[in-house]
């Protein structure tokens, strides 16, 4: 018998106006339980007690708020294992990888629990006598939060955290793929010492329930992680309102393995960087620029270290790369490999449907060579198993070819020449820049976010985070008569 799990709204858990299915993409058999799906009077009573409940905790003591995100951060870590396998068992993702992934879900919430305490405000001299100026930040309000189903947990703490920290309220819309993985935290969350609604779980489609939240009046804030298109839709919806967005969108990473590179070292990084997590993460190295010094013994090297990954259900021992999330995101994966071929790129290993054990959505990794950056597959974000080797003449041309793309959020060089590292890690034209490192792998304590078409408004993680989730005011106060 499958589990019913229900929205949080209000401080109650209550059924929706409609159930979906979360089945195992490993197991397709596997139903994990039936999930509630938010009406548009469901958004609107969260929204209403957000915005009563926002008023009580910007007033809360910052030592409240440091206990209640510290019990949230630590029970995530000490439930890492178990959690992580459910999370596993609905996104896909190795064990581990999920295991770790709600570890780091949990060390986003120590953080910013430690960041409560550290919200210092500033004072100035005015350039009038007798007046003194203070300087602070106050909560922006009701956040509504829109995550993605690649990193369930971990892309809406990081988002969900700053947003408590900082005296805000949260209505928060996850992925419809990945519904359990959100009722889990939302449990969490539920136990601690919150006023009713602060915190709200609405589930639904992007379609429905998603735009009624992005477009209503009720929202001071905006924080979304998924596509370009979808991103730049809730942004034209949100200047309806004047809502502040900050988005998280779409990517084209590079790694550029230069002639003096580490071979192996190399080679690691960039099947950790494009096959990780099955290809789908916005970091994801899926375009592998080479010179041509070295093309072919990388390539060699890179085709055996892809043949060699173990495909198979994210639950079992020894598994590296499990399925991809849905049949939708397995068909355009399919799609993709087609129009390589069609344009010219010659797959060298890969890129098949899987048939397993258990029935899933496997897929052997798929390795491209002779690419250009002109290909359409090294030009749209793929989020699959899929890379291709681009041979690049010089330093120069690698260079030219890493930001020849209308995005930016990472991008990787692989070299012994610590010029070369200095030169490319001040322009490359991206947000993040790895040396000798994949381009998959950031901290949560520093500024993580994009240009181009990654990205669009203040950065996510760290400190940065403030700049979103706060609003500054500038206090002028008279100091009295002169002595």
């Not at 322009?427 to 949560?444: E, K, Q, S, W």
């Amino acid at each position: 018998m499958s589990d019913n799990h229900h929205n949080y709204i209000a401080g109650q858990w209550l059924k929706g106006a409609s159930e979906i299915e979360n089945r195992n993409p490993s197991d397709t058999r596997d139903l994990i339980g039936l999930y509630a799906q938010a009406s548009r009077a469901q958004l609107d009573s969260a929204l209403a007690a957000a915005s009563e409940a926002q008023r009580i905790w910007a007033r809360s003591g910052l030592e409240q708020r440091y206990k209640v995100l510290m019990a949230i951060g630590q029970e995530l870590m000490q439930r890492s294992a178990e959690i992580g396998r459910t999370l596993s068992r609905e996104e896909g993702k190795p064990m581990a990888e999920g295991a770790g992934e709600v570890y780091r879900a949990g060390q986003f919430f120590t953080y910013y629990a430690a960041e409560t305490l550290r919200q210092l405000g500033q004072t100035a001299d005015s350039v009038r006598d007798g007046i003194e100026i203070d300087i602070r930040r106050e909560p922006i309000g009701v956040v509504a939060i829109i995550s993605p189903w690649n990193f369930p947990m971990a892309t809406a703490c990081w988002k969900i955290a700053p947003a408590l920290a900082f005296g805000n309220a949260v209505v928060w819309k996850p992925a419809n793929l990945t519904p359990a993985s959100a009722v889990i935290l939302s449990e969490i969350i539920a136990r601690q010492d919150l006023p009713a609604g602060l915190f709200n779980l609405v589930m639904g489609a992007g379609s429905e329930i998603g735009q009624a939240l992005i477009e209503h009046p009720g929202i001071n804030a905006i924080s979304f992680t998924g596509s370009v298109d979808v991103g730049k839709g809730i942004a034209a919806s949100a200047a309806a309102n004047l809502t502040k967005v900050q988005l998280e969108m779409g990517s084209k990473n590079a790694l550029a393995v230069m002639d003096d590179a580490d071979l192996d070292l190399a080679v690691s990084c960039a099947v950790n960087g494009a096959f990780g997590g099955t290809g789908q993460k916005c970091t994801a190295s899926s375009r592998l620029i080479v010179h041509e010094g070295i093309h072919d013994a990388f390539v060699e090297k890179l085709l055996a270290a892809t043949q060699a990954l173990k495909v198979g259900h994210a639950l079992e021992a020894g598994t590296q790369i499990g399925p991809v999330a849905s049949a939708a995101q397995l068909e355009a994966n399919l799609a993709n490999l087609q129009l390589g071929q069609q344009e010219g790129a010659e797959l060298l290993t890969g890129g098949q449907r899987l048939e397993l054990e258990s029935p899933g959505y496997y897929q052997a990794p798929a390795l491209f060579i002779g690419g250009s950056n002109a290909m359409r597959i090294n030009r749209e974000e793929l989020f699959a198993p899929i890379a291709c080797v681009i041979k690049a003449g010089s330093y120069e041309e690698a260079l030219s070819l890493v930001n020849d793309t209308r995005f930016g959020l990472t991008a990787g060089i692989m070299t012994r020449s610590l010029a070369r590292a200095s030169h490319f890690r001040r322009n490359a034209r991206v947000g993040c820049v790895m040396v000798n490192l994949p381009t998959a792998g950031t901290d949560y304590h520093v500024p993580f976010g994009g240009r181009g078409d990654s990205s669009y408004g203040p950065r996510e993680q760290g400190r940065s985070a403030v700049e979103f989730y706060t609003h500054v005011k500038t206090g002028y106060i008279a100091a009295g008569a002169p002595l």
